[in-house]
């Protein structure tokens, strides 16, 4: 991911509604992508992530899509509730496992 | 699942003190864990791979004197903040690797967060 700026990008929703957050990264030699979600005061935690050789990735409520030729990720969030308000981070790596590059961050909120 | 712990999770000290953070895998074995700063607003910066047995390896600009890490078990690394000063005020934050069945998994830690007066 790109980590730049000081003020995280936002994204305001109603609840009920999909959200889709993207996210830019720069290594071409990336093969592994994470979705992080990120609650005040606390570590990352996992949602769902996707390697390189496939575009597209279903969890439970999150659609991850990967296009490597414009280097870009987005996070599709089906639903979305008040619960989901949270920072979500991008993050990649060559290998899954090995060090990771986050992205800025985009701060979801959710209005009942 | 896979747990891993930090403590304290939260501290605060005098400008020119020491702190130390540890960092714990509960449930599985950890060869390699990672360290990293966040300030308010921003993203996750990596600040040094902790190796278990060999010396940490630290990113371009990250102070080696003044973060010092041991990974002296398994399961157990920390990071000690040396002279600490009010910039060094932040989150931090690390992740324990874990290889089960041939997949690296990386865990997070809950976070510390250390203010500098």
């Known amino acids: 991911g790109e980590s730049v700026g000081l003020h995280l990008p936002t994204l305001s929703v109603q609840e009920g509604d999909n959200s889709i957050i993207n996210c830019a990264y720069s290594n071409s030699a990336s093969d592994y992508f994470i979705w992080y979600k990120q609650e005040s005061g606390k570590g990352p935690q996992f949602i769902i992530d996707i390697r390189s050789n496939m575009d597209k990735r279903q969890g439970q409520r999150v659609t991850v899509l990967l296009n490597k030729t414009v280097k870009h990720l987005s996070l599709q969030i089906a639903a979305t509730q008040p619960g989901d308000s949270a920072v979500y981070f991008c993050a990649d790596s060559e290998t899954s496992g090995s060090r990771l590059t986050f992205g800025e961050g985009t701060q979801l909120t959710v209005n009942p | 699942g896979a747990v891993v712990s930090q403590h304290p999770s939260w501290v605060i000290c005098k400008s020119g003190t020491s702190v130390k953070i540890e960092c714990r895998s509960l449930d599985f074995q950890a060869t390699t864990m990672f360290w990293y700063r966040q300030f308010p607003k921003q993203s996750l910066m990596l600040m040094a791979t902790?190796?278990?047995?060999?010396?940490?390896?630290?990113e371009q600009g990250v102070e080696k004197d003044k973060f010092l890490i041991n990974h002296a078990s398994l399961t157990l690394s920390t990071l000690t903040v040396t002279s600490a000063h009010p910039e060094d005020s932040s989150f931090y934050i690390c992740s324990a690797r874990r290889i089960s069945g041939g997949n690296n998994e990386q865990f997070f830690g809950p976070g510390t967060r250390l203010t500098v007066l």
């Open positions: 902790s190796n278990e047995g060999s010396k940490a390896t630290y």
